[in-house]
């Protein structure tokens, strides 16, 4: 009787450690699958530091194979894709994530942000403007949700609603967005001069103002409205005032200040301000404009003296490009012929020089833009300073 | 920690071979469709062997079920996969 006992307690005490053992080994099996999850996980980190995406991608598709519940594996994922411009894959993969049963709210905001990324790529815009409205509706990732709709809506030159939305984003993250949001006033105001609604144009440049009062654009548009509108002693004050806001953009202001000068024939406020320009300024624009002040008032000889003295204190191919076409009346002969060459040289050479460049992401440009056509960032782009360019 | 646990078994089959030799009897069980006699020795073994099958069967087939359930959902999750745009 007494080993029944012992027998009726051995199996319970056995039972229990048999469960013990069994669950202690498939802790141990997990662990070394975490392990190995892990050493995939650097070794795709490893391979898309070195930049080697493909190999990153299949690595990243394995481990997202061994673990379905791994949501940063195939957001990292959805975000190689979309880099390498599958956007497709992108898409059906951040969809499925988002589909994803039992995902957290936290997750799913996430994935549908990246998703959102994927349509915009894909030039999906109404669709991308969808989710980030949702987004920003659920106040779930608002911040990056409105920058992406202010995206949108610059692409989509909706002027009004990038105002909206740059408003709310000043309120939401604090940030200073009113030389931005000038910008948009600005591109209001030039539609609306184009479209004869000078009004118009007028409040719109009131309101960038307000925004940002030492606004260069503002300023050039407001002079060149005053310019259409023949009120050109105004268009000077506008544009000298522009000078004043950023003396960088001085290329960009001097040909509409020059004319706005010969217009309202004020040639010795022109000669002061330009003078006065040369002690602040270090680019060649006012040289050449008050060379060319020269030789309408005191004749060609006077100009090319200015000149060669300017260009000896500030060398520069423009300025020497000018200086040969001053003096290629005055040569004959076989000298004339080698300024010939000298002068399609240095005009070769400031044919394939770009003349700006974006002071945030260096996309070299020939032309000026105000918004970057690389980074989409505004009034970064501005006229390099060196020797053959400004 | 290996050697401690070698020593552990060591002892172990050491206390059973003991135990077998000093319990050698035989004694009687009525299963109710048959009757076995086994000797003390084994019938001890006989408790420990199933009881810890048992527990490791129990939190084998624990596992393993939960694991098919969590694979039959996504499963059916990647099924619901909505079109290709």
């Known amino acids: 009787m007494n080993l029944m006992y012992v027998l009726a307690l051995l199996v319970p005490v056995a039972f229990v ?46 481990l997202a194979e061994y673990n379905r519940d791994t949501v940063e594996t195939h957001l990292a994922l959805g975000n190689l894709f979309r880099r390498r411009g599958e956007v497709d894959r992108a898409i059906r993969l951040h969809q499925h994530l988002v589909s994803r049963p039992g995902l ?26 969808a989710l980030f409205s949702d987004l920003v509706a659920m106040d779930a990732h608002a911040p990056s949700a409105l920058r992406h709709l202010i995206a949108i809506y610059q692409h989509e030159r909706d002027w009004h609603k990038a105002i909206e939305h740059a408003r709310r984003l000043e309120v939401m993250t ?9 910008q948009f006033y600005c591109e209001l105001a030039d539609r ?51 000078v004043a806001a950023d003396i960088a953009f001085t290329p960009e202001i001097l040909p509409p200040l020059l004319n706005s000068y010969a217009h309202s024939q004020q040639m010795e406020r022109a000669e002061g301000f330009l003078r006065s320009m040369l002690e602040r300024y270090h680019g060649v624009s006012p040289v050449l404009a008050l060379t060319h002040l020269y030789r309408q008032r005191d004749g060609e000889r006077a100009a ?49 020089q770009a003349m700006y460049r974006c002071s945030r992401c260096g996309f070299g440009a020939k032309a000026h833009h105000w918004q970057c056509p690389s980074c989409k960032s505004w009034s970064t782009i501005r006229p390099i300073h060196g020797v053959a360019s400004e | ?63 393993s079920s939960r694991q098919r359930r969590q694979h039959r959902q996504q499963s059916r999750a990647d099924k619901k996969l909505p079109a290709q745009p």
């Open chain 1, 192 to 242: 609306s001069r184009q479209h004869g609604a000078r009004a118009e144009a007028r409040d719109y440049l009131h309101q960038a103002f307000e925004c940002q009062p030492d606004c260069v654009r503002a300023f050039m548009l407001t002079g060149r409205l005053q310019s259409e509108d023949g009120h050109h002693v105004e268009a000077v004050t506008a544009y000298e005032a522009a």
């Open chain 1, 304 to 352: 090319i003296d200015f000149l060669t003295t300017q260009l000896r204190l500030r060398p520069s191919v423009r300025g020497l490009m000018a200086l040969i076409d001053a003096t290629m009346d005055k040569i004959e002969g076989e000298a004339r012929e080698n300024f010939l060459i000298l002068r399609d040289l240095t005009k070769k050479l400031l044919e394939g």
């Open chain 2, 1 to 63: 920690m290996r050697l401690l646990a070698i020593i552990i078994l060591l002892i172990f089959i050491a206390a059973g071979i003991v135990l077998g030799a000093l319990n050698a009897d035989l004694v009687g069980y009525d299963l109710a469709f048959a009757r076995v006699k086994l000797p003390k020795g084994a019938a001890l073994l006989g408790a420990v062997v199933i009881g810890w099958l048992l527990g490791g069967l129990t939190a084998w087939l624990g596992v």
């Open chain 1, 174 to 182: 604090g940030e200073d967005e009113a030389p931005m949001i000038a």
């Open chain 1, 17 to 62: 450690l048999g469960w013990w053992a069994s669950r202690q080994v498939g802790a141990r099996r997990s662990g070394a699958e975490v392990s190995e999850l892990s050493s995939d996980y650097f070794r795709g980190l490893n391979y898309l530091l070195n930049e080697e995406q493909d190999k990153a991608i299949e690595v990243f598709l394995k």
């Open chain 1, 104 to 129: 957290s709210d936290a997750m799913k905001t996430v994935a549908l942000l990246e998703l959102g990324e994927d349509y915009m790529r894909a030039g999906l815009l109404d669709r991308a403007e």
